[in-house]
């Protein structure tokens, strides 16, 4: 019998592995919310969303492991700045 590597080293076999079929689900979920918000932007700001939503998913696929510190830090961060700028979109700022 084979034992599977704790990092598979990628993000989305590591959802897989450590949190099931829900997990998956719920993540493809979430990320298919993401895209749809994205569909609001105007041309150019949806260049930006969405270039910055494919550059943390290549990451996430070819990083070591999904739940390493700095990477967690780095989707906050993402988050946080795409929280912003949608805000300011709004005019809640």
Same mark, same amino acid.
């Given at each position: 019998?084979? #034992? @599977?590597? !704790?990092?598979?080293?990628?993000?989305? @076999?590591? %959802?897989?592995?450590?949190?099931?079929?829900?997990?998956?689900?719920? *993540? #493809?979920? @979430?990320?298919?919310?993401?895209?749809?918000? $994205? !569909?609001?932007?105007?041309?150019?700001?949806? #260049?930006?969303?969405? $270039? *910055?939503? %494919?550059? =943390? !998913? =290549?990451?996430?696929?070819?990083?070591?492991?999904?739940?390493?510190?700095?990477?967690?830090?780095? !989707?906050?961060?993402?988050? $946080?700045?795409?929280?912003? =700028? @949608?805000?300011?979109?709004?005019? #809640?700022?």
């Amino acid at each position: 019998m084979v #034992a @599977l590597s !704790l990092h598979p080293h990628n993000g989305a @076999l590591q %959802i897989w592995v450590e949190l099931g079929m829900m997990g998956a689900l719920l *993540g #493809a979920g @979430l990320l298919f919310f993401i895209t749809q918000d $994205g !569909l609001k932007l105007s041309v150019v700001e949806q #260049a930006g969303f969405y $270039g *910055g939503l %494919i550059s =943390v !998913l =290549v990451i996430a696929m070819l990083s070591y492991g999904v739940w390493q510190s700095w990477w967690d830090e780095e !989707l906050w961060l993402f988050a $946080g700045l795409m929280y912003m =700028v @949608l805000r300011r979109r709004e005019g #809640a700022v």
